[in-house]
């Protein structure tokens, strides 16, 4: 079964624009970690956060995590087209498992 | 550096008919691998993984089989395909930090 959950289902935004999704998952977690996937590819890791860490940069993406609430959010700031993508987080538990969510696919405008 | 081999790109099968994924990883050992499979604009579903040698752990009853015959050999089988297999394919391998990398995919249709 699937344990994340991506908030919006779909976003389309203007490029310059800053695009949010959001993740809730069900049970506790080592570290939640989000991926980008270009239509009929295979998922490219984007960054990793401890369930630890309450928020994490890299480059124009900022992640944060808020545990309480079971829920994590990627903001990419200043979008672009080439930003285009689907976007999935992925929870890690005791286990070597990684357990995906259902995804937000990021239209971005020229 | 390590590399991730995943083949065919697509394939069109029949209904009953058997099939065979393979998936190779270079440039590491012992590494961790698994399969997800994607239902078109769907998020991924665990399929199997395995942490070694003969060593596959099956997270859901399917029509699919993995095995691992050798460490960094991965392999998605099934001896009659189903219209509900179809999919897009998906192998990885776990890096250092959890983190998974992806082998392109195999886009497969079963008519």
């Known amino acids: 079964s699937q344990q994340g959950e991506e908030d919006p289902q779909a976003l389309s935004i203007q490029e310059g624009e800053n695009a949010t999704m959001n993740c809730s998952y069900k049970?506790?977690?080592?570290?939640l970690q989000w991926y980008r996937q270009n239509s009929g590819r295979g998922l490219v890791h984007l960054i990793l956060?401890?369930?630890?860490?309450r928020e994490k940069h890299s480059g124009r993406l900022r992640v944060t995590l808020d545990t309480s609430k079971k829920s994590s959010s990627l903001l990419i700031t200043a979008s672009r087209a080439a930003d285009t993508a689907s976007y999935f987080c992925?929870?890690?538990?005791?286990?070597?498992?990684?357990?995906f969510g259902t995804g937000t696919r990021l239209q971005v405008f020229p | 550096s390590q590399t991730i081999h995943q083949w065919p790109a697509t394939l069109v099968q029949p209904v009953g008919s058997p099939l065979s994924l393979e998936c190779t990883v270079e440039?590491?050992?012992?590494?961790?691998l698994y399969w997800y499979r994607q239902a078109a604009g769907r998020g991924l579903q665990l399929l199997f993984y395995?942490?070694?040698?003969?060593?596959i752990s099956s997270e859901v009853p399917q029509n699919l089989s993995a095995s691992r015959p050798q460490d960094r050999q991965f392999i998605l089988s099934s001896k009659k395909l189903l219209l509900s297999d179809s999919g897009f394919y998906l192998c990885a391998w776990q890096g250092a930090h959890e983190k998974l990398f992806f082998g392109s995919g195999t886009q497969l249709s079963v008519l």
């Open positions: 440039g590491t050992s012992n590494p961790n």
């Open positions: 049970t506790s977690i080592n570290n």
């Open positions: 395995s942490v070694g040698i003969g060593q």
């Open positions: 992925a929870t890690s538990h005791n286990t070597d498992k990684l357990i």
């Open positions: 956060i401890r369930s630890n860490e």
